[in-house]
């Protein structure tokens, strides 16, 4: 009979980014526990949690364990028996470890040899117990970024256990927990019911938990909290600026969402709207308030976890810590525009930007000449990518973005507006951090993009100059974030670039010389490539075509995502298979740097000179349509000797005990697998059509 277990473990407040990925891997670890323990559960494990409870509940587990016939394999025959069929220490030790009579061990023949083995009946036992016997050590599993002992405890959580509800078809499931005792009680919100109430069940603990003011699960208080925010909003005229990241958080630093509608003086409105959402939000966790046109307002909305008795004490406390913040904030502010932004270049010397690179000033120099080479590329403005590039960490000296690092490039637009720089220089400042995540915005002008590409190719290969490349999961620097985002600017923006050619300037920059700079220059467009093919394969196409159109050249990231869709709009057809088998045939044959003529003199077979005859036919057509990028086309014309190259493997005999004939064969085979690596490495493609 299947019954219902709930599990609570109370606790004082845990870190709100520490919640979700709890409840998820308590889920995780709890339906691991339930399979190893034999333990069939035939309805729902379900999750919820708050800032001082993390709850689990499955509505029916079977009341005992299943039976299980197991069978271990122990000594070989001849070491557990002696020569007269007697068992010896070996023999003995093992049947007592398994619990058995030596009597019942039988034997088993395996490819090593004959063994001894007991076969051991274990029946099922009580849930109830099994559960009380269990729970300790998994509770204690649940991993957390950072734990914690207390008092005298000898053990580990997020934040100390103060109570722990564990109830399994209506009864307590008793255990100690580091000299907490599990009981059948829990308890309501700590400030407006912190009493205890008896559980008898989820359903029991639903229905007295909002009473209690707990709201258990994390995706009702979001919703709660939009709701209630937007009606606020509303009542001002205005709408709150969504923040899906800020609704999260919050929901997990409160139990019972209480909101609460404050207001700040007018006057701080003189200050960029970005600082004040960012102080707002980063400092005091609030919602910032904007009217149809995306402007501020002067008001905010916070969510407080209580709520009092005079709720207008709650709002004046907040006004109060937000007046305090919003002055730090616009202090700030008005000291960094009394210095013009370019004349904070020079302090950028004083600034370390890696210990093996310079100073942040060196890199900007670097970053100039590359904005002006990336803008000749893209027919931009190039006075302004250099002005713009040459601006572009000005912003670090400013007290605040040293308040909120964050706003880096945002506050250099500003400052850079404000002190009579073009729009156009302003925006490209801002948008060369773009983009700074995946999913954030691209840049929009073109200018902005040159800087952001020149910052990132710089940053990348200095890198791989001073050492300091990625490995396995370690990126301190984001490199591969960077070059993600120079590969997702370069297709968002349709824009051809020959990397190698950015790549080599961007060495050339730190002086590199010529065999390092070659071998700093091979390794980043590795690095490169292996970014891209990640992007395409992440856009559904087979990872083995990717790999083969860029094994032979990727040096421009559109075309050669325009080969990744003609061969596999290839794939589709039916030569594909037949003609791929054959030309990995050749390519077996041959030797990849076979460098021989066709002499077709020397040819004498009908096969092989059909074979000559249709690929001169073609082979002009296809490498003009290649320097042309019609990949497809250029396939289309290599598919069409399909019938004579199956011919030729038919009929001919390539290693021909005539050495001038088969070299010749050789040479014909090498000219016809040319042409296709003039396209994509076809040793690398997969002949199963339906391969992921």
């Given amino acids: 009979m299947a019954k219902e277990f709930f599990l609570e473990i109370g606790t004082e407040e845990i870190p ?38 993390l709850i689990l509940t499955a509505s029916a587990l079977d009341e005992s364990q299943a039976d299980e016939c197991r069978e271990v394999v122990g000594p070989p025959k001849k070491i557990a028996y002696d020569a007269e069929g007697k068992p010896t220490k070996a023999a003995t030790v093992f049947a007592e470890k398994n619990k058995i009579a030596i009597e019942a061990l039988t034997f088993k023949t395996t490819d090593k040899g004959e063994y001894v083995v007991a076969r051991i009946d274990e029946k099922g036992g009580d849930t109830l117990l099994w559960l009380a016997q269990s729970m300790p050590g998994y509770i204690l599993s649940i991993p957390f970024p950072k734990s914690m002992r207390w008092m005298d405890k000898d053990i580990r959580f997020a934040r100390p256990i103060h109570w722990v509800a564990c109830i399994y078809g209506g009864e307590t499931v008793a255990f100690d927990l580091g000299g907490i005792k599990s009981s059948n009680l829990s308890r309501g919100h700590r400030f407006m019911s912190p009493g205890a109430f008896l559980v008898k069940d989820f359903k029991s603990y639903q229905s007295q938990a909002e009473p209690n003011y707990i709201v258990i699960d994390p995706e009702v208080r979001k919703q709660r909290i939009v709701k209630q925010t937007a009606d606020l909003a509303t009542e001002k005229g205005g709408k709150v600026l969504e923040d899906a990241g800020l609704v999260d958080e919050v929901a997990n630093l409160v139990e019972y969402p209480v909101p609460v509608m404050g207001t700040f003086s007018k006057d701080f409105l ?9 102080a707002m939000r980063e400092h005091q966790r609030y919602f910032s308030v904007v009217d149809n046109r995306g402007e501020l307002l002067p008001c905010f909305i916070t969510i407080s976890n209580t709520r009092a008795e005079d709720m207008e004490v709650v709002r ?41 690179l310079g100073s942040v000033h060196d890199k900007i120099d670097r970053v100039k000449k590359l904005s002006i080479y990336v803008a000749g590329l893209f027919g931009a403005d190039a006075n302004a990518a250099e002005r713009a590039a040459h601006l572009s960490k000005a912003d670090l000296t400013t007290g605040v973005v040293g308040e909120f690092p964050k706003l880096q490039g945002v506050m250099g637009r500003h400052y850079a507006l404000l002190t009579g720089e073009s729009p156009l220089v302003a925006d490209a400042i801002a948008e060369h951090y773009m983009p700074r995540f995946a999913g ?15 910052d990132r190719i710089d940053t990348i290969t200095g890198c791989f100059s001073a050492g300091l490349i990625p490995s396995g999961s370690e990126d301190p620097y984001g490199l591969r974030r960077q070059s993600i985002a120079i590969l997702a600017m370069l297709f968002h923006k349709g824009r051809g670039m020959s990397l190698s050619g950015l790549v080599n300037e961007a060495c050339s920059a730190y002086g590199l010389k010529s065999g390092e700079a070659k071998k700093i220059s091979a390794d980043v467009l590795d ?31 559109l075309i050669a995502k325009e080969k990744v869709k003609a061969i596999d709009a290839w794939r589709a057809s039916e030569d594909y298979q037949p003609l791929v088998t054959a030309l990995k045939r050749a390519g077996n044959i041959v030797p990849r740097e076979f460098g021989g003529k066709v002499k077709e003199s020397l040819l004498t077979e009908d096969a092989e000179k059909a074979l000559f005859s249709a690929f001169q036919e073609i082979r002009d057509r296809v490498k003009d349509k290649t320097e042309k990028l019609d990949f497809r086309g250029a396939l289309a014309d290599i598919a069409s000797l399909r019938k004579q190259v199956d011919g030729f ?30 396209i994509a490495d076809f040793s690398r493609l997969e002949l199963s059509t339906d391969k992921k």
């Avoid at 691209?442 to 590409?453: D, Q, R």
């Avoid at 493997?649 to 690596?677: Q, S, W």
Wanted: charged share 30%; aromatic share 8%; with cysteine.
């Fill in 440 to 454: 954030d915005s691209l840049p929009k002008t073109a200018e902005g993009m040159c800087v952001g590409i020149a």
């Fill in 270 to 278: 003189r200050v960029p709207k970005e600082v004040l959402i960012t």
């Fill in 316 to 356: 004046a406390g907040n006004e109060r810590v937000l007046t305090a913040r919003l002055s730090d904030a616009a202090y700030f502010f008005d000291h960094d525009i009394q210095v013009k932004l370019a004349d904070r270049v020079e302090g950028l010397k004083k600034v370390t930007y890696q210990e093996k």
């Fill in 649 to 678: 493997f038919d009929k001919v005999m390539v290693m021909d005990k005539d050495e001038a004939v088969k070299n010749n064969r050789l040479a014909l085979l090498a000219a016809i697998t040319g042409l296709f690596y003039g």
């Fill in 16 to 53: 709100s980014r520490f919640i979700q990925p709890a409840l998820e891997k308590m889920k995780e670890l709890f339906v691991q526990l339930l399979a190893n323990g034999r333990i069939a559960s035939e309805g729902d494990v379900r999750v919820f949690g708050t800032p001082r409870r």
């Fill in 527 to 557: 690095f490169l490539r292996q970014r891209l093919a990640g992007i395409l394969t992440g856009e559904g196409f087979r990872a083995d075509v990717v790999d083969a159109a860029l094994l032979v050249n990727f040096d421009d990231p």
